[in-house]
């Protein structure tokens, strides 16, 4: 992957799990990429500091602070980091995870779990299961189970033309190519390429591209980029346009965002 140096999977997300729950942290370095990877269990993905992207064959999915990444077993994923980051990850085996998800989702990390989350940082391997460390986890499970789902996901569409255009549009997001445009480019008609991607990813070409800017806002943010910047970045014609996209989406400003989340 260009432009990222390359990290392997930590040795603990490759062993046989020693305990239903195991607590890993790491650091990763900005502009890191830990390769492609699946465990034979499931995985809650979380940054206490910094912003990553956990990415699928199906999708892209950010990991801002205060929210985490759920991976179900056997799903293939690697990760970028956008800033310095510290991450906590948590191997679930599958009795444990039976009521989660079955699939890939960015969930809402309330203060509560941040707390516990926080608290389990420094749990090694060889606690006890029965434990107070134990019932800390077996906790933390059931926050994670019932967390609420954050529309951050980025799916990807499988049709080849598809794919180019949205290969196109992540490399230059400013953009403003419709799918009148696009269907010239792949040759496909509009109602072709509209109805397959909604089929293909759940949501329309509008609201995917909103999504991407609402992705790369958020970690331009973190970054310290300004709101105009990051208005002319992406395309907008204005810093007010651009502002009410993302409060639409947000339910807060750009500017408050950060405030927000602190």
């Known amino acids: 992957m260009p432009n990222y140096n390359r990290v392997t999977a930590s040795d603990e997300s490759m062993k046989a799990l020693v305990q239903p729950i195991v607590v890993v942290n790491r ?18 993905v979380y940054a206490n500091q910094g912003v990553m992207a956990v990415i699928t064959d199906g999708g892209r999915y950010l990991i801002p602070p205060e929210q985490g990444v759920w991976v179900p077993a056997k799903v293939e994923h ?23 998800l079955h699939s890939c989702q960015v969930l809402n990390v309330s203060p509560f779990l941040k707390v516990l989350l926080n608290e389990a940082k420094n749990i090694d391997s060889e606690y006890q299961w029965q434990s107070t460390q134990g019932r800390l986890l077996r906790l933390i499970r059931d926050q994670i189970s019932t967390a609420t789902i954050i529309d951050l996901q980025l799916p990807y569409p499988k049709d080849k033309r598809l794919k180019e255009i949205i290969s196109r549009i992540q490399k230059f997001p400013a953009l403003k190519t419709d799918l009148n445009s696009w269907g010239k480019f ?7 390429l509209s109805r397959t991607f909604k089929r293909e990813t759940g949501i329309t070409y509008s609201e995917w591209k909103q999504r991407l800017s609402i992705q790369i806002a958020i970690k331009q943010l973190y970054m310290g980029e ?29 500017s408050n965002y950060l405030l927000h989340k602190a």
Do not use: C
């Open 226 to 254: 300004s709101v105009g910047n990051i208005a002319i970045n992406l395309g907008y014609e204005s810093s007010s346009a651009f502002i009410y996209m993302f409060k639409k989406h947000m339910k807060v400003t750009p």
């Open 186 to 192: 792949v040759g496909a008609s509009v109602r072709t």
């Open 78 to 100: 690697e990760i970028i980091t956008s800033t310095d980051v510290e991450l906590t990850s948590l191997y679930i085996d599958n009795e444990q995870s039976n009521e989660f």
């Open 27 to 44: 650091q990763l370095p900005i502009n890191s990429w830990v390769e492609k990877h699946q465990h034979n269990w499931g995985q809650f």
